[in-house]
């Protein structure tokens, strides 16, 4: 790298008539040079009358110097980005030797075990697995259609004025921290689900189907799957509306110019194209969705059962660790089981990340190739 | 100008350096950490002992009773407060501490029964309690609670279990006297801090639980004592050893304290649950002392600080405006006295301490 810049550099000096910058770019990476300021004063004189040796000197020298900031700016970067590795080794490394303990007595069962009981020193992961699932699925089956109607309708059918604001509002509420929504959870969603939507459910479905019964708590998977979709729609709508805004206009001039009416061009044409940026946006969702912490924590009820119904409480990954990490500290076993749980939930981010990568990029090979973002 | 901010960067970190350095030769620089139940009383504790004893600087903190006492083991800080004692495990894996009680709590039990009349007095027993907490029993006219309360009239609805989802040292205390009155809790869940619940839901920190049993109809829960006083909430009289039902009050605490410490049997550390073994009219069966873990390993300098700090929280910290305030009943010293002074003299050998008067 560094000796392809040289030849470029070489190159540069070899026209005479190209002036060398009289301070290097970059020159504030460079290391102080004794003479520095004598380089500093003769830039100065150049403008007047400078000698045709003193103008080489100083071509060379400022020569050097760009090199040599260069070469500290390159590895500045490389620093960087080895750092990242680092850091992802780091991470991987020590929860592993961390959890050792636990992987070693567990093996593999440590999946599907559902016990979890310290005090015995049994730890099996099955409930929380299940719980995590549970509460991503109904985030996401609450939130991808209202995200995608949202976005649908900002992009083709929202008047002008509506859409800079709206906008600008899914925006902000992707930032907000999650704790706030906890909160709205429990003084809103909770209060809701447990004096209308879960009696109406066990009153009507619930009748026929126990999924659907159970006794109305308020908290549970339900009203923290749904809060948890509330914070996952803005991610999945604003990744879907730019995907629709990238849709070229010829696409759709010529869907209109085939006949089709605007709900046929936005069902027929625009939809279809964006579904590799509705799946990367969907994936996006999932991750936050599936390590979501202080929401969950406050909503669900904390209580280690299998759900058999959409009343029921649960307990997830993350909000174990949150719950009871500074105590299992006090004994290994426990703790390293704690961390393996941890582990497994950042294999199952990493898996989703990159098979929805793969997915993503399989589905733009075949149509709209480069006109569409993904997650 | 680069000259100029690297040599001003080079002092500030010259700077910093040295006031580090300055910290760490103050001996009267003290951490406290643990227990979140503990956490309100350190707070006033701290603030009182800073203004009467210049110089000294203590920092406090809320991290669970667990962390509380693997970090005094280990060093990281100086005390490390637990709302359990010591059991056998924990002294073989820690064997330099040491526990000191300091104050006195307890766990009382708190309900939302739809249709009950506000004020009825209610009574439960330890296997009864269990039942509940087991989902053996699921309604609350149920034979069991209405024999225990004839008086009461008990709608046909649901009990919703409610219980603590972080570790806590108010479930130790709570699964402590189910252990010790149900040989079926005893035997399939045991005493912890963090138990492995059969059902119900949990919630991070007392004042969660406070909050899902008022909001939930047919809830019931535990508490200490400091929530009770704040919320004004009705606890049920929990029946002790000797068969009378008692409510959980600054009076019954202390009674149970007392009991203990005259109680020739119980041992000389503390290192003993006071759940449910005591008898008495009053006693209640669900307190227990709070304890501040020290390691003998501590440096001198600092551990001389810290026995300054002990004796300072076991006599004028004693005080009412600080206990009872914040949800605790004072030590009752007369039969502490002897049995302290061999504590601290372990941690600190060769000192005398007296402790004249308590709360």
Redesign the interface.
């Given at each position: 790298m560094a000796a392809h810049e040289h030849e470029q550099g070489d190159s540069l000096l070899a026209h005479g008539d190209h002036r060398p910058p009289a301070v290097a770019p970059l020159s504030f990476l460079a290391p102080d040079l004794p003479d520095n300021d004598e380089a500093q004063g003769s830039a100065s004189d150049l403008s007047s009358s400078a000698s045709e040796s003193d103008l080489k000197r100083l071509r060379r020298k400022s020569h050097v110097q760009v090199l040599r900031s260069e070469r500290i700016f390159h590895l500045t970067l490389r620093l960087g980005g080895l750092f990242i590795l680092l850091l992802f080794a780091t991470v991987l490394g020590v929860s592993l030797v961390e959890a050792w303990p636990s992987i070693e007595k567990f093996g593999w069962s440590f999946l599907w075990t559902s016990t979890w009981n310290p005090h015995r020193h049994i730890f099996g992961a099955w409930t929380y697995l299940v719980g995590t699932f549970w509460v991503t699925g109904i985030a996401l089956v609450f939130a991808i259609p209202i995200a995608i109607l949202s976005a649908l309708f900002l992009s083709d059918y929202a008047p002008k004025w509506l859409v800079g604001g709206v906008s600008t509002l899914m925006e902000m509420l992707a930032g907000i921290p999650s704790i706030v929504f906890g909160a709205f959870g429990i003084i809103f969603v909770v209060p809701l689900m447990r004096d209308h939507v879960e009696p109406y459910l066990a009153n009507t479905l619930g009748h026929h189907f126990d999924f659907f019964a159970g006794d109305s708590m308020g908290y549970g998977i339900l009203s923290a799957g749904l809060v948890v979709g509330i914070m996952v729609i803005p991610l999945v709508a604003t990744v879907t509306r730019d995907s629709l805004v990238m849709i070229p206009r010829e696409t759709v001039e010529a869907a209109y110019a085939l006949g089709s009416t605007k709900a046929e061009m936005v069902y027929f044409v625009k939809l279809p194209a964006v579904v590799p940026g509705i799946i990367g946006s969907v994936i996006l969702g999932f991750g936050r969705a599936l390590g979501e912490t202080m929401a969950v924590l406050l909503l669900i009820g904390n209580q280690a059962s299998v759900p058999s119904s959409i009343q029921d409480v649960g307990y997830t990954i993350s909000s174990l660790l949150a719950n009871t990490f500074t105590y299992a500290v006090i004994d290994p076993l426990f703790s390293a089981a704690e961390i393996e749980l941890g582990l497994i939930l950042l294999v199952i981010s990493l898996v989703v990340n990159t098979l929805g990568r793969e997915l993503l990029l399989k589905l733009m090979g075949g149509r709209l190739a480069g006109s569409v973002g993904g997650g | 100008m680069?000259f100029v901010t690297r040599y001003a960067g080079a002092a500030a970190l010259a700077g910093l350096v040295a006031m580090a350095g300055v910290g760490q030769a103050q001996a009267a620089d003290m951490s406290i950490s643990g227990s979140s139940m503990l956490f309100p009383l350190e707070q006033v504790w701290s603030q009182a002992y800073m203004k009467s004893h210049p110089g000294t600087h203590i920092s406090v903190a809320s991290?669970?009773?667990?962390?509380g006492?693997?970090n005094a083991a280990n060093g990281n800080i100086t005390i490390g407060a637990s709302d359990a004692y010591l059991t056998r495990d924990?002294k073989k894996r820690y064997p330099s501490l040491v526990s000191i009680p300091v104050a006195f709590e307890d766990t009382q039990v708190i309900y939302n029964i739809p249709g009950l009349a506000k004020g009825t007095a209610l009574r439960i027993d330890g296997p009864t309690l269990a039942r509940i907490y087991m989902g053996k029993i699921r309604f609350w006219d149920d034979k069991g609670l209405r024999d225990l309360n004839p008086d009461a009239t008990f709608p046909h609805s649901?009990i919703?279990v409610i219980h603590r989802?972080?570790?806590s040292g108010t479930t130790f205390v709570f699964t402590d006297y189910l252990a010790q009155t149900s040989k079926a809790w005893n035997d399939e869940?045991?005493r912890?801090?963090?138990?492995?619940?059969p059902?119900?839901?949990?919630?991070?920190g007392s004042d969660?639980v406070v909050?899902?049993v008022l909001?939930?109809p047919g809830a019931i829960g535990y508490v200490g004592l400091g929530w009770i006083n704040e919320y004004h909430l009705d606890s049920m009289a929990l029946k002790n050893r000797d068969g009378y039902f008692v409510k959980g009050s600054v009076d019954t605490i202390r009674a149970a304290g007392k009991a203990a410490l005259h109680d020739p049997t119980f041992p000389d550390d503390f290192n003993q649950s006071m759940v449910w073994k005591l008898h008495g009219k009053d006693v209640y069966p669900d307190a227990n002392f709070e304890f501040w873990m020290v390691s003998t390993a501590l440096p001198g300098s600092t551990m001389k600080e810290v026995k300054k700090l002990i004796i300072w929280s076991l006599t004028k910290g004693q005080n009412e405006k600080y206990t009872v305030k914040t949800g605790f009943a004072p030590l009752p010293f007369t039969p502490l006295k002897s049995r302290l002074n061999k504590i601290l003299n372990h941690i600190l050998p060769g000192n005398t301490v007296n402790i004249e008067s308590g709360g």
């Open positions: - | 680069k991290t669970g009773s667990g962390f006492i693997s924990l649901r919703k989802a972080d570790a869940i045991g912890d801090l963090s138990p492995a619940w059902i119900g839901s949990g919630y991070n969660a909050a899902a909001a939930t």
